[in-house]
Nanobody, 125 residues
Framework: QVPLVQSGGGEVQPGGSLRLSCGYSGITLGQFAIGWFRQAPGKERERVSC????????NYADSVKGRFIISRDHTKNMVYLQLNSLKPEDTAVYYC??????????????????WGQGTHVNISS
């Protein structure tokens, strides 16, 4: 599978919003999920959110639940991550990746592949 293509990100003040995009047009799997991960400076990469492209079921990390919204658009082969009520601790490089096992309930990082190039999100006043 080809790598996913990311866009979006940037710098906003605390409380602001951003939208990240992840294009999966090169993915030819029948059923799969797209997950978002992030890695803050000096920290391990962590899970953020996951969506099954086939049925739209989702999963969120507790740290972003109620603030971030993941969605997909079949017509554009895109998955979006809407980041709301941003906090300084949300600062990180965000990555999207494909789970060919379509297992968002498990959301195991080692199952993911075809990682996007990463996009920076910086929350600063």
């Amino acid at each position: 599978q080809v790598p996913l293509v990311q866009s979006g990100g940037g710098e906003v003040q605390p409380g602001g919003s951003l939208r990240l995009s992840c294009g999966y047009s090169g993915i030819t799997l029948g059923q799969f999920a797209i997950g978002w991960f992030r890695q803050a400076p000096g920290k391990e990469r962590e899970r953020v959110s996951c969506i099954s492209v086939s049925d739209g079921s989702t999963n969120y990390a507790d740290s972003v639940k109620g603030r971030f919204i993941i969605s997909r658009d079949h017509t554009k082969n895109m998955v979006y991550l809407q980041l709301n009520s941003l906090k300084p601790e949300d600062t990180a490089v965000y990555y999207c990746a494909v789970d060919p096992w379509n297992s968002c309930p498990l959301f195991e990082e080692e199952e993911f592949e075809s990682w996007g190039q990463g996009t920076h999100v910086n929350i600063s006043s």
